[in-house]
C-alpha cells in the first residue's frame, strides 16, 4: 500500500512536504506541488478519511441541525421546499470544499440545543450552520462561549461576535408595501411571522415605515399573527374576509402561507390578484406554477448556503475575522396582484 513516505521518496521531498501538500498546499510553490500531484497520480495514492482527520486533526465534516415540529406547530419551521434548496447549495458548496455535512433533525428548541452540544462535545463536526436566529439565541450564546466554529442564516444580538448571511426583511416589506400603494392599495393586512423571530422584527418594521411613510395609519383588525403554513394562512384570510370591510391586499410571511390565503379567497368567490391582491416571500418554485402565479420576494436560497460555508469553512481554517452579509431580496411580480378593487 502506498504511503506519504513513498510519495515523498519518489517526488525528491520531505514528509512533512507532502503533508502541507495535501493540509496547506498554499504554502508551497507551483512547481513542487505539481511535483507532488504528479507522483500521486502515477502511484495511484488514495488516503483515506480516518488518516486525514487523525493528520488534520479534523472530522471534515460540517453539522446542520434543521428544527422540524409536529403539524400543530409546524409554523415554527420554515416550508421545506425553501429548506430543500438551502441545503442543496450547502451541501454542494461543503463538498467543493472537501467536506460532507451531517445533518440532524430535532422536534423542539431544547432538543435543538441538545444536539448541537453533543455535536461540539463528542467533536463529532468541525463546524455548525443553522437559521431561524432569535433576539437571544441559546445555541449562539453556546457556541460563542466554546469558541466553535458556526455560521448562521440570520442576525441576532451581538452579531459582530458571529459570521452570518442574512436577507433585509426591512427592505423587502418596504418594497411590497410601495409596490401595493402603487396600485391604489390603502386596507393592507399583514400576517406576522411567528413571535421571536428575528426576520420577523426587521419585516415588522420595514412594514411600519413604509405605511407611515404613506401616511396610512396601521389598523390593528388587519393584523394577523399567522404562521408559516397553508392552514395558517388560510385561518387568517377567513377571518379577514369576515370583516365589516377586508382588506384589498394581504402580505404573507412566506410563498406556503399565501397559497392558502389563495384558497381561502376562491372558497368565498374572490379572484386572487383581480379581486384581492396576495403577495408572498421565499419564492419556491410553486409560485410560478400556482394559479394566479404568486407576487412574491425571491430570497436567494442557492447564493445564501454558498456563502454559509464558505464563512465557515474560513473560520475552521483559522481564520477569526467575522464575516457579515446581507442580501437584498427582489419582488417577483406576477399574477396575484393588481390595482384595487374594493371587496365587498
Not at 40 to 67: C, D, F, Q, W
Request: proline letters at 4%; hydrophobic letters at 40%; aromatic letters at 6%.
Amino acid at each position: 500500500m502506498t504511503t506519504i513516505k513513498d510519495i515523498a521518496r519518489v517526488a525528491g521531498v520531505c514528509v512533512g512536504t507532502v503533508s502541507n501538500y495535501m493540509n496547506n498546499p498554499g504554502l508551497l510553490n507551483d512547481d513542487t506541488r505539481n511535483k507532488i500531484r504528479e507522483t500521486i497520480e502515477k502511484l495511484n495514492y488514495n488516503p483515506s478519511a480516518a488518516a486525514r482527520s487523525l493528520v488534520m486533526n479534523r472530522t471534515m465534516r460540517i453539522g446542520l441541525v434543521h428544527l422540524i415540529s409536529t403539524y400543530s406547530n409546524y409554523q415554527q419551521e420554515m416550508n421545506d421546499s425553501a429548506f430543500l434548496e438551502l441545503l442543496a447549495a450547502i451541501n454542494t458548496t461543503a463538498a467543493e470544499n472537501g467536506y460532507s455535512l451531517l445533518l440532524s433533525a430535532a422536534t423542539s428548541k431544547s432538543q435543538e440545543l441538545s444536539i448541537i452540544k453533543k455535536l461540539v462535545g463528542e467533536k463529532q463536526v468541525d463546524g455548525l450552520i443553522f437559521m431561524a436566529t432569535q433576539e437571544n439565541d441559546e445555541r449562539i450564546n453556546f457556541l460563542c462561549q466554546k469558541d466553535f466554529p458556526f455560521a448562521s442564516f440570520g442576525r441576532s444580538k451581538g452579531c459582530e461576535k458571529f459570521s452570518f448571511v442574512d436577507v433585509d426583511g426591512e427592505k423587502g416589506v418596504i418594497q411590497v408595501v410601495n409596490y401595493l400603494v402603487d396600485l391604489g392599495h390603502h386596507r393592507i393586512a399583514y400576517l406576522n411571522p411567528p413571535d421571536g423571530l428575528m426576520f420577523a422584527k426587521h419585516r415588522w418594521k420595514g412594514f411600519c415605515n413604509a405605511m407611515t411613510e404613506h401616511a396610512i395609519p396601521i389598523q390593528e383588525e388587519l393584523i394577523i399573527d399567522s404562521g408559516f403554513n397553508e392552514v395558517s394562512g388560510h385561518k387568517a384570510i377567513l377571518q379577514l374576509l369576515d370583516l365589516s370591510q377586508p382588506p384589498s391586499a394581504v402580505i404573507a410571511p412566506n410563498d406556503i402561507s399565501a397559497f392558502g390565503v389563495m384558497k381561502g379567497l376562491q372558497e368565498r368567490g374572490f379572484m386572487p390578484g383581480k379581486d384581492v391582491s396576495v403577495v408572498g416571500f421565499d419564492d419556491i418554485s410553486l409560485a410560478n406554477l400556482w394559479h394566479p402565479s404568486l407576487t412574491t420576494l425571491a430570497q436567494p436560497f442557492r447564493e445564501i448556503g454558498h456563502h454559509l460555508v464558505e464563512m465557515l469553512v474560513k473560520e475552521i481554517s483559522g481564520n477569526k475575522k467575522k464575516s457579515h452579509l446581507i442580501l437584498e431580496p427582489k419582488l417577483i411580480v406576477r399574477e396575484s396582484t393588481a390595482p384595487v378593487k374594493e371587496v365587498s
